[in-house]
């Protein structure tokens, strides 16, 4: 059973960075791409950010781009979401996301491409 497993959020100010955690368990996540959502009061869930199973290829929503950036450590089946120059509206619950077993597809920004969350974790940010 794959667990996602958040953490790292908190409150911070405006102009603040914050790094988020994902670890993996009961499987391997080289062959993988994953994902960070999040998903504010009242809102849908909003991609944030993918990385591919080789730490190639990266997406960002647009909201994130140049302020955000993911990255990968297979050997710990870690997923990490770098967050820079936080804004008021980057305030939010953020998931980590894995596809299905047999899905190795690079890119993905929908969220439902994803068959594994994590439990969430709440970034507070204050201006």
């Known amino acids: 059973q794959i667990q996602l497993v958040e953490s790292g959020g908190g409150l911070v100010q405006a102009g603040d960075s914050l790094t988020l955690s994902c670890v993996v368990s009961?499987?391997?996540?080289?062959?993988?791409?994953m994902g960070w959502f999040r998903q504010a009061p009242g809102k849908e869930r909003e991609f944030v950010a993918t990385?591919?199973?080789?730490?190639?290829?990266?997406l960002y929503g647009d909201s994130v781009k140049g302020r955000f950036t993911v990255s990968r450590d297979n050997a710990k089946k870690t997923v990490y979401l770098q967050m820079n120059s936080l804004k008021v509206e980057d305030t939010a619950v953020y998931y980590c996301?894995?596809?299905?077993?047999?899905?190795?597809?690079?890119?993905?920004?929908?969220?439902?491409?994803?068959?594994?969350w994590g439990q969430g974790t709440q970034v507070t940010v204050s201006s």
């Open positions: 990385v591919s199973w080789n730490a190639g290829p990266t």
């Open positions: 009961g499987r391997s996540i080289s062959r993988y791409s």
């Open positions: 996301a894995a596809p299905g077993d047999s899905d190795h597809r690079n890119r993905l920004d929908e969220a439902l491409d994803y068959d594994y």
